[in-house]
């Protein structure tokens, strides 16, 4: 954990002006920041046990806790098998699937599949061409990936390992905006072709 | 979110929608507003960082006119380079954007059966379940599974501030505009981590009835496992 949700690096204790030896993170929950949640800190355990051991922590020994972690199972389609880049049902025209059900992990990325299945499903309405996104865009590579064969389909967050890479560029800050610029490119030529 | 979506982008090119709520009769276990659109794991829609994955994603969501992603952005609260939001405003906002919409109806049924004479989007979530559930497999197939689990949420008037203190990490805001940064940091000590960490490795989870074959996504595995 003091490499995982609990580490300390980039963190300096204000008392001492050391970096603690490790380190729980809480996010503001809400507007009025009253609310902190336990960053990293998901958990199944029993509620009376996350009072006692969360308590260990210092800075917790008293903490309220106004919500308990809690642990649930998610179920996704076999989107390879079944879905097409339009997010439409290969058997079932028609019929479109987005959110996490299609594979995709994350809130941005369940946002991303209902805005591109509502532009299928305008276009089927439209009597018009179903918009393509390009590999080189963070769309297009979701896209791709969670309509490809994979024997091992597990749900997947945006990341710059989907895009196609660019071999040519060895800095990194310098790669990442050349992803950038890449896929802004891309979806505005998408843009423009509708 | 998806379906939320979904249903504003079709009624801005002027197609009515019929948008189906399950809530408030049904929820399921993660949910608890009764609004739309509810945050049910973390806060934060993760970076604002455009030369990040999901910071570029933003970016070419913001692009395509979505609407979700841009009402997060006008009612972000502070969190270093991420994008959060107060969840109950973010759920309200997009209800109030829908609720407003001539062009979306809203019916709040649960849906067992897909026999729609018009294109439809299914945006039921990862905690489908019912007669849908149902209906979807004969329809897909078997689904896939994993599980994941939310972290607790804390009172900050509980917290005990002698042990305690607001920074983030490498101090890196995105505009650099406040100064004690918008993390509150809980620093442990080696005796209380080692404490801390067999007590947590040992305390008692709640059973799972499929417990035997869990697959933890690792982006949200529990963090006694």
């Known amino acids: 954990m003091r490499f995982g949700p609990m580490r300390p690096v980039g963190i300096v204790d204000k008392r001492t002006g050391k970096r603690p030896y490790a380190v729980l993170q809480l996010r503001q929950e809400n507007s009025s920041a009253d609310m902190y949640n336990l960053v990293g800190f998901q958990t199944s355990l029993a509620f009376g046990e996350q009072k006692r051991v969360f308590g260990i922590i210092p800075a917790l020994k008293n903490a309220e806790f106004l919500r308990y972690g809690v642990m649930h199972r998610n179920s996704f389609i076999n989107s390879p098998n079944v879905l097409s880049k339009s997010l439409e049902l290969k058997d079932y025209k028609d019929i479109f699937v987005a959110g996490q059900l299609s594979g995709v992990e994350g809130y ?68 990442k905006q050349a992803y950038y610029d890449r896929s802004i490119k891309s979806l505005k030529q998408t843009i423009d072709s509708l | 979110l998806a379906g939320c979506e979904a249903a504003l982008q079709v009624a801005s090119k002027n197609i009515p929608v019929t948008l189906y709520e399950q809530k408030p009769a049904n929820r399921s276990k993660a949910h608890r507003l009764d609004t739309f659109a509810e945050l049910v794991c973390s806060n934060s829609l993760k970076s604002l960082d455009r030369l990040t994955a999901s910071g570029l994603l933003k970016q070419e969501l913001l692009t395509l006119g979505c609407k979700l992603i841009q ?100 101090d890196k805001t995105e505009d650099n505009k406040i100064e004690n940064g918008s993390y509150i940091n809980c620093p442990l000590s080696k005796d209380e981590y080692f404490e801390f960490y067999n007590q947590l490795i040992n305390a008692r989870q709640v059973a799972f009835k499929e417990w035997d074959n869990i697959n933890y996504f690792e982006g949200c595995m529990p963090i006694e496992a």
């Open chain 1, 108 to 175: 941005v990325e369940s946002i991303m599949t209902g805005l591109i299945a509502a532009k299928s499903c305008i276009a089927k309405i439209d009597n018009t061409d179903t918009p393509k996104f390009d590999q080189t865009t963070m769309i297009g590579a979701l896209l791709n990936y969670i309509t490809t064969k994979n024997s091992k389909f597990a749900p997947m967050n945006a990341n710059f390992g989907l895009l196609p890479p660019l071999d040519n560029m060895r800095d990194k800050y310098q790669r």
């Open chain 2, 71 to 170: 009402i997060a952005f006008d009612i972000k609260i502070p969190s270093g380079s991420a994008l959060s939001v107060d969840r109950k405003v973010f759920s309200a906002k997009v209800t109030d954007l829908i609720k407003s919409n001539s062009l979306i109806t809203v019916i709040n049924q649960r849906i067992g059966e897909l026999n729609f004479d018009c294109p439809t989007i299914i945006a039921t979530g990862p905690l489908t379940d019912g007669k849908l559930y149902q209906t979807l497999w004969d329809m897909c197939g078997q689904y896939l599974n994993f599980f994941d689990a939310v972290s607790p949420i804390v009172s900050k008037e509980s917290l005990d501030f002698d042990h305690c203190f607001l920074a983030d990490r490498y």
